[in-house]
Every structure is written in C-alpha cells, then in structure tokens.
C-alpha cells in the first residue's frame, strides 16, 4: 500500500532528539536487580512460557495474522479479516493437535475478539457442563468438530443481568414432546449475543421454562437457526448484527428473534433438570444454582484473566514513562535536561500502585479458579438429584435450596465486579499516564481498553452483581449469630468480629503484613453486620439499601485480595522460586497495593476501628511513599517480567527496545492507507479524491 508521496529518504535518516529510548530503557533495567526470567517463570510457569513462545512462533510466520492495518481498517474489513484468521487458527489448531491452553495463549497473542469467540467458550462449555451423555453425542461432538458453530443467547434487548426475568419462552407441548421457542415481545429479542450476528448455526437459547401454564424459570436449550448448507437464518428466527460497537468490533454480535419454533426434546440440557416426556413432571436440580454454572465460569475465568489485563496497558505506560521527558525537576542539581516522566511522584502514584494491582489481581484469579475447579468436582456428585422447591422469589434468598455454590457463586460475583472495574479503571489511568500519546490507537491502549471495557457490564453489572454477594454475607452472618460452626473463612472472620468486637481492633497495619490482611477482614465482618442490623432490625427495604451493599461487596472483595495476594507470597515453593530480593521487593508491591487500598477507603476503616487516624496518615504520608521510592528502580524489569511480546502488544509506546517516536513516525507515514490518497480540497470541484494509491488490506487464508 505505497503512500502517494512516500517517505524520503532524508526522513527515515532522521532519530529522536536527546538521549534515545533504547538507552534509557537499558539503563532503567541496569538499575535493577530482578531476575526478569525467574519472575516470569514465578507468574507464568516455564511451561506457559515456551508454550507462548512457540506458538508466537507459528502466528508471526502467518500472514494473515499480520497487525499492520489493524489500527486502519472499517468495521466490514475488520471482521473479515478476523473471520479469516479464525478459520485460520482453527486449521493450526487441527494441524498442531493443540490443547485447550494451546488455543487460550493464540488467542491472547492475536488479542482480538474472534468471531468463533462464544463457540470456543461458552457454548462448548455449556454443551459440555449441562448436557447429558446422549446430548454430548448429538450435540458437543459437533460442536467440537465445528460443524455446529454456536454461541450463547441468554442477554435480552430489554433484560441482562436479571436472569429470571428473560422474556423469551419455551413452552412444553406434551402432544408431541417438543418445546416452542417464542419472543413474545421486541425485548425479548436476544441481543448482544457474540458470535450470533453472522458466524453461528447453533445457539444455547436461554427461555423461560413452561409446563402446563406454570413457569419454571430460565433453562439452556439447543436451537439451530440457520441451514446448514445456506447459512441462512431458518424460517420463523431473525437474525442480524447488532452494529458497530465502542470497540469489539471484530466480534459479530447479534439480535435473534423466534416466532413459535419447534424444537425436540433432546433440546433442552438435561444434566441437572428434565422434563419426563412421558409424565411431563420436572424434575428440580439440587440446587436452583447449577443451571448458571457457565456463568460462575465464566467470571471465574474473568477474575484469572484480570491482572494480565492491567498488565498489558501498565507495561506500556512504565515503559514509555521511562522514555518520555518533559520539563525539569525544580530541585534537581542539572537542569540542562528534561525529567524522565516516570520520576514523577504523581505518574508513580498511578503506575506503580497499578503494577502492584496487577500481581494482587494475577494472585486472586489463581486462587479464585482453584475454587471453581473444587466445586465443580462437588457439583457434579450433585447432578441429577431432585432439590427442594423452597426459594424466595426476591433478590434477598433468607431460605436457600442448597449452599452448594454459595460461597463460589458470591465470590466470583465479588471479585469479577471488584476485579474487571479495576482492570477497566487501570487502563484508562495508564492511557492518560501516556499524555497526549495515549489517545493514539498507536499507543495500544486505547483499543485494548475498547475491547474489554464491555467486561463491566456483561456476565453481570458490576454494580448489580454486588447484591449476590450481600445476600450471602447476610445470610451466613445469620448463621454465626446462631452459634453455627465457622465452615469457611467467611463464617471465620465474621465470628472473630464478634468474639472480639468489644475489645476493639489492634492491628500493626505498617509493621506486619498478616495484620494488613486482618485490618481487610475486620472492616469486611463490620460493614456485614452493619448492613445486616439495617436489613434484620431496622426492617429497611433492599432497594434502601443498595449503596451499602455495593460498598460490602467491595470491602470483601478488596479482603479476599489481599488475602490471595499474602498467601501466594508465604507459600512454601515461593522461596525456593524467586531469589531473596526479588521476594523481599514482592512483598513491597503487597504492601502499596494494601496500604494504598486501605488510604483510598479510609473512612470504612476508621469507622470500623481497624485503624487509627494516625496510621491512616502515616500510610499516606510515609508508608507508601517510601514504597513508590523504593520500587521506582526495578519498574521496567518489573513489568519485562510479564512477559509480553512487542507483537502481541502492537504498541508504538511500550516497544521493548524503547524506539517508541520512531515505531509512531513509521506507522503513520508509512502504513496509513489514507496517506495513500491525494484529495480534491475544493468545494466548487465535485471531486473527492484526485489519485487513489491505496490498496484495501485484505486477509486471505
């Protein structure tokens, strides 16, 4: 695609002014002591590190994984490119005999939603998780021979987060042992459905269960909605892409309609509730729960993915904080050159609190999806026995079913809020870290953060999905006031704010580290029993009380990672995995993520009397600003440590080698398709383009 005038000569002869950034960087990581490749080794594992490397390997050699258009090209292009590299990756992935792991570290090198993104998730897993042997041979061997494509049609036009109120229904026709698939209005249209708009054959429709009149809540059914020969949506289903997004516009999102489709029975995933096509009884899983186990999947995953997430936009903006100069430091001896951006105590109080925030979040996800793998092991010694039909029909359960998922279900609530809002948060911090350079798609940051912002609302609201976590810390509060035995942490903490909640609290916050954990568990215990006296005694309503919930679920959430985060250092195999340095610095970066944490939400921490107003100021005034100092000279080896490679991170400002004006110079005048046109100006000519170099970038298989 040769620009209409290209790059002379004498242009691409020219270099930065000043001190170059390949020079800073090096010496940035001369300052340093930190074995980049035994930290790496420490986040990753060796095993997760070739693995990257030799499939890098693979995906650079692919032309059709080339990025150079990427930041350049519309919304049509842009998909099919990616439906190219889909099909792509997909034939790799055959070729390679590739695992699971395999597919996840691709596609986080590609990093793009794919348009085969839903089918390789929540499709496959639910087919997998919820359907019975027979429906695994009819459906899943399908599936996962992609021959049916398919995707995951809970979210509707008019609802999201409230499952039980989807509006899409399948009624039970007993005459012919089939379900009638129906949406009976426009926001019962499934909408925001990835994968649905132009890519799949096959959907996982969640609708409203219906035997004889009597509705029996939302259940998983497999429909399909196109030919498989055609491709063209069935009769009676509409289908179509919802439009251009925020970002995510690689991903076909889509809108589906049913008018009365017939489905068989083999339709509906049987693993934990059926319906007898001879009786036409239900029968009820063990727990209301298990039907919503992609889902606690789902935000169990995106906990674990959370702190890669941050990772990425916090390596670019350290990098580039440690290139880019501006002005002089008024105390400075040598005032004959500008300062580093990264010297600035404002820029490290945004970065180096988030690099901090990137291990914590890292350390949570392990654990949380250590406890996801636990329960599914319970849950499906579970499966196929009949529950009670005791439930409340409101958002507050007081009489529950079981508590089979309990704890997992209001953790991965917790976290997945706490965890992708930081993430989100993060990122934008970072780009604005980067100065007016960040708002270039160049940068890497902006379009990352356009990709994953939707992770705040999808799986759940960040901020709805605090209430699941309020009603099981009210609910297990009830069981501590009874005198019940602590069965976990949660039942222990809150029994150990009551035993000692007379005496008060008396934790070293800046002198030991298991007290920081322990001040994070008793402002969590406070807030709980706080929330339940406005809730049991003072007889407020739900609504009135949202805020506090929110609040709670965040205090729990923000104990649970700092829990991680302290575990995951005092683990018997850390020391033999990182050298006394490298593990003494981690322990810093615990301190400023919990101390910053703890000055940011001060007052529920005084309030609760888990610290004094003294040591509120001393963390803010002398504990972590010596951290920011004391960690300030390993922040470029610290964020090499993560490990990502300059193509994955398709980054001018976060460049390893710290070429970061030449890699933006080059882009844009040598890789700008619009630099390729030669423009008609003037408004009395009706010509718009006078030449027409540009070649449209096409991905071929």
């Not at 009676?236 to 589906?256: A, Q, R, W």
Request: charge should be neutral.
């Amino acid at each position: 695609m040769p620009p209409a005038a290209p790059t002379p000569e004498w242009v691409k002869k020219l270099k930065p002014s000043g001190i170059q950034g390949s020079e800073l960087l090096a010496a940035e990581r001369a300052k340093s002591n930190v074995d980049v490749d035994a930290l790496s080794r420490f986040i990753h594992t060796q095993e997760g590190l070739d693995r990257k490397a030799r499939i890098l390997k693979l995906l650079e050699h692919e032309k059709v994984f080339d990025k150079s258009q990427n930041y350049f090209a519309g919304r049509v292009d842009r998909f099919e490119t990616a439906l190219a590299r889909a099909k792509k990756l997909r034939q790799i992935a055959v070729h390679h005999n590739w695992t699971q792991e395999d597919k996840i570290v691709a596609n986080d090198l590609i990093s793009e939603p794919g348009p085969y993104g839903l089918h390789e998730s929540m499709f496959l897993i639910t087919l997998r998780d919820q359907g019975t042997p027979e429906q695994h041979e009819k459906f899943l061997k399908k599936a996962e021979a992609y021959e049916y494509i398919g995707c995951y049609a809970q979210t509707e036009l008019g609802h999201g987060s409230n499952v039980r109120g989807l509006e899409t229904t399948a009624t039970w026709n007993a005459d012919d042992k089939t379900f009638i698939i129906n949406s009976p209005s426009l926001t019962a249209s499934k909408w925001w459905i990835g994968s649905l708009g132009r890519t799949a054959n096959h959907a996982v429709v969640m609708a409203q269960l219906i035997i004889n009149g009597r509705p029996y809540g939302p259940h998983p059914f497999v429909v399909q909605i196109r030919d498989m020969k055609t491709h063209k949506p069935l009769e009676n289903i509409h289908i179509g892409d919802i439009g251009p997004k925020f970002g995510y516009n690689t991903m076909d999102n889509g809108f589906l309609l049913f008018n009365k489709v017939k489905v068989p029975h083999v339709s509906m995933l049987a693993r934990f509730s059926r319906v007898d096509p001879e009786t036409s009884r239900y029968l009820r899983p063990a727990s209301p729960s298990l039907i919503y186990g992609t889902l606690t999947w789902v935000r169990s995953t995106i906990v674990m993915q959370a702190g890669a997430v941050l990772a990425r936009g916090v390596t670019i903006a350290t990098r580039y904080a440690a290139v880019r100069r501006q002005f002089q430091d008024r105390d400075a001896k040598d005032q004959s050159s500008e300062t580093q951006v990264l010297n600035y105590t404002t820029v490290q109080i945004r970065l180096l609190t988030l690099l901090a925030t990137t291990f914590a979040l890292h350390f949570t996800g392990r654990g949380m999806m250590k406890l996801y793998e636990a329960n599914q092991k319970k849950m499906s010694a579970d499966a196929g026995k009949v529950g009670s039909a005791k439930r409340g029909a409101g958002p507050e359960e007081t009489h529950s079913g079981s508590d089979l998922l309990a704890d997992l279900h209001a953790t991965s609530c917790g976290l997945k809020s706490l965890a992708s809002s930081t993430a989100v948060d993060g990122l934008e911090v970072c780009r604005r870290a980067c100065g007016g350079h960040g708002y270039s798609s160049f940068s890497g940051i902006g379009p990352w953060y356009a990709d994953y912002l939707p992770t705040a609302t999808w799986e759940g609201d960040n901020y709805m999905l605090t209430q699941q976590v309020a009603r099981y810390l009210l609910k297990t509060a009830r069981s501590v006031l009874k005198g019940n035995e602590p069965t976990n942490d949660t039942m222990a903490i809150l029994r150990n704010f009551l035993d000692k909640s007379d005496m008060g609290a008396a934790f070293d916050i800046l002198g030991k580290d298991e007290d920081l954990v322990a001040a994070f568990a008793w402002r969590s215990a406070f807030l709980t029993f706080e929330a339940l006296k406005h809730r049991d005694e003072q007889k407020r309503s739900w609504n009135s009380l949202l805020v506090d919930f929110y609040r709670l679920s965040r205090a729990h959430s923000q104990y649970m990672v700092v829990k991680n985060f302290y575990e995951a250092l005092n683990q018997p195999d850390v020391t033999g995995s990182l050298d006394p340095d490298t593990l003494n610095l981690m322990h810093k970066l615990f301190r400023l993520y919990a101390l910053h944490t703890l000055e940011s939400e001060a007052s529920e921490f005084y309030t609760s009397s888990a610290v004094t107003v003294r040591q509120i100021m001393l963390a803010r005034t002398t504990a972590v600003m010596k951290l920011l100092e004391e960690i300030r000279p390993h922040a470029v080896r610290l964020v090499d440590a993560w490990a990502f490679p300059d193509w994955q991170m398709d980054s001018s400002l976060g460049r390893y080698d710290g070429k970061v004006y030449e890699d933006m110079f080059y882009r844009a005048s040598e890789q700008n398709p619009l630099n390729g046109i030669v423009v008609d100006p003037y408004p009395s000519s009706e010509v718009l383009f006078k030449e027409n170099h540009s070649q449209e970038f096409k991905s071929k298989l």
